[in-house]
């Protein structure tokens, strides 16, 4: 009689070891390719001559996951690499169904399903405790993004600033294999600690200049990036109206953690923000007073305003707003 299965582990892509039946699961091409050649160098670490063979699920011949899985005659650890789960034949589902099962001693069989409904059954049944599992879902937010960059320096024990990790999202974030890319080339090619002045070196032209990097920058006090990054935008074809909303977003985060004491976790429940949010206004409102924070405030409303119908002139309202913000609310930034 088999054994009961042990219950369902997860494991991250950067640190799965081999086991008997392993899922990669979702559509992150990057992280599933990185997810197999984790497995892949942790074996050649314990078995050096460990064969790696592949599977197609889309084009599967019955028979063939069963036959690989037997053991060797001349015995040795083997690695089954199978993709296009979400795209299996119905060979490959009744197979892979009877295999992990009972899976075979000495193999390792890594499978990558990028999503959506095939073979839901075979994926209830690893998911119920037959495999480990590992996610391997798009970074979406840039917070994500951030703290995607700064373990791929971690892992490689190098240090990188902050700002120059925020730069790096900036520029190459869009896609994950080329931020992954981008993180090596840098650690190749440069020595000692990662500035935001490489990073602008080596991919300042390709940042795609949005709202809400025009308002990382004014809120910064950067006036003049922020002013050339709203010119580049607005020459562009960029709308002023979110844009305005993009700096009223970000300026409202400052309002609402100005003064506040206490954790950044509790904060964050308190004010319905995330963490991170709380941490990037707690930042940049040291630079404000109370004097300069209402004053920037009073500045967008009319801003906003002028950019929905009241100014002939919307661009002006929008710099004016910018260069206020940059000015912490120092400067009064005058009226035409």
Known sequence: MSPTPAAAVTASWREVAPAPVILLSGPEEYLAAQGFESVRRRMREAEPDAETVRLDAAQYEAGSLIMMGSPSLFGGTQIIEVRGLSQMNDAFLQDALRYIADPAPDVVLVMHHAGGSRGKKLLDALKSGRAVLVECQPLKKDSEKVDFVTAEFRTARRRIEPDAVR????????????????CHQLRSDADGVISAELVEKYYGGRIEVT??????AALAGRGGQALAMLRHALSTGADPVPLIAALAMKL???????????????????LGMAPWQVDQARREAGRWSPEGLNHCIQVLAEADAQVKGESRDPVYAVERAVTAIALGGSGT????
């Open 167 to 182: 730069s790096l999202v900036a520029a190459v974030g869009s896609n994950l294999s080329e931020l992954a890319a981008a």
């Open 333 to 336: 930034a005058g009226s035409r």
């Open 211 to 216: 709202g809400f990097k025009v308002a990382d």
């Open 252 to 270: 409202r985060a400052v309002a609402k953690v100005y003064g506040l004491r206490g954790s950044s976790a509790q904060l964050a429940r308190d």
